[in-house]
């Protein structure tokens, strides 16, 4: 690693949620993957392969990227409703482990 000069900061890498619009530290975020393999799924590490689209951790942005279709766009794919039930599950469990 390279060492970094006392006072100097360190770039936060922001991401645009797919829900609200709203610019946000991609940590922030949760990430929803297309792999290669044309799987939907939430990325909790925020590091695997594949196409992403960021989202907040609310369930309000989620519902409105579901109905404005908003991720299917993003990740280039039609996206079933047994998909989008499993991510909300998850999401849900995301939100209730970090409170």
């Known amino acids: 690693m ?3 000069k ?3 900061k360190r770039k936060i890498p922001m991401r645009k949620c797919c829900g609200c619009g709203e610019m946000m530290p991609k940590k922030e975020l949760l990430r929803v993957i297309r792999t290669p393999e044309n799987e939907i799924v939430l990325d909790l590490t925020g590091k695997k392969n594949g196409r ?9 942005c989620f519902l409105k990227a ?16 047994s998909v989008y039930s499993s991510l ?3 999401l849900e469990q995301e ?3 970090k409170t």
């Open 6 to 8: 006392p006072g100097s």
């Open 66 to 81: 579901k109905k404005s279709k908003v991720l299917e766009r993003s990740l280039e794919v039609a996206i079933p409703d």
């Open 52 to 60: 992403g689209a960021y989202l907040c951790k609310s369930t309000q």
């Open 88 to 90: 909300s599950e998850q």
């Open 2 to 4: 390279t060492q970094q």
């Open 95 to 97: 939100t209730a482990e």
